[in-house]
């Protein structure tokens, strides 16, 4: 039976076969785009590759993307002052982690403005206009950043790490970002949790005052949070919460 649907079919299949080969054997023909190349510099040493392998290099950077937004930019310090305020105001899922991360995301952006604005000039725009290589743009573009992590770096953060790495430096502009990344989260997380402390301070008020009043009536058994938790969110609203706390963290970073 299987065989002689095979040769009910052959006579569509031979065409078939035909008009899928005659583009395959015209693709053999036509010279391949070699995908790696480098070109020599003019008398510097240096080389440039082809723009296959800058757009593999590209799109391997870009796994790298999360890493490099919590490492170089002030998302690190936003989110966990976030995540330490609906903590403090005793919420567990509202605001969701989405709608945290996006005002993070959003926030840090628009911190970073100064900087992005600043890369986009030196670095990428003069790529793009083919004034320097890609590995110029790249060395161009990391020192606006280096710039920003430097200023948000504590003294003894960065010499922290100096010492674990054993290297010492002469200037603030020889050090590597190696060492530089994590002095500089570590101290976006120490003033996070500054801020976090004292953010806490007047929530943690409501939660004992409320507690005292329920021991003092007998309420033994009535949880007081349950209690405390529209007080809370009362007083975060009258004083404007979030918009005191967008402004904190913009003008903790000089803005």
Excluded: C
Excluded at 20 to 40: D, F, K, R, S, Y
Excluded at 89 to 109: K, R, Y
Excluded at 155 to 176: C, G, H, I, N, Q
Excluded at 213 to 230: E, F, H, T
Aim: charged content about 15%; cysteine-free.
């Amino acid at each position: 039976m299987t065989f002689s649907l095979l040769k009910r079919m052959l006579p569509l299949l031979v065409p078939l076969l035909g008009v899928l080969w005659a583009p395959l054997a015209h693709a053999q023909a036509i010279p391949g785009i070699p995908a790696v190349t480098m070109t020599p510099g003019e008398g510097d040493g240096t080389q440039e590759y082809s723009v296959t392998l800058q757009i593999l290099a590209l799109m391997t950077a870009l796994t790298f993307l999360p890493a490099m937004l919590m490492m170089m930019t002030s998302f690190t310090r936003i989110i966990v002052v976030f995540a330490i305020l609906r903590q403090a105001l005793g919420l567990q899922a509202t605001p969701s982690n989405q709608i945290l991360l996006g005002l993070a995301l959003f926030l840090s952006i628009f911190i970073m403005k100064p900087v992005l604005e600043e890369a986009n000039k030196v670095a990428l725009q003069p790529y793009l206009q083919e004034q320097v290589t890609s590995i110029e743009a790249v060395k161009l573009a990391s020192e606006p950043f280096r710039k920003f992590m430097m200023a948000q770096t504590r003294e003894d953060d960065l010499a922290l790490f100096m010492r674990m790495a054993d290297v010492k430096y002469d200037t603030p502009e020889d050090v590597s970002f190696w060492v530089l990344m994590p002095a500089f989260v570590t101290s976006e997380l120490k003033t996070a949790f500054q801020i976090g402390f004292i953010l806490f301070i007047p929530f943690l008020i409501i939660d004992m005052v409320v507690a005292s009043v329920l021991m003092a009536m007998g309420m033994m058994m009535l949880s007081p949070i349950i209690i405390s938790l529209p007080f809370k969110i009362m007083l975060f609203v009258l004083v404007d919460g979030w918009a005191l706390i967008m402004g904190t963290l913009a003008a903790s970073y000089g803005l």
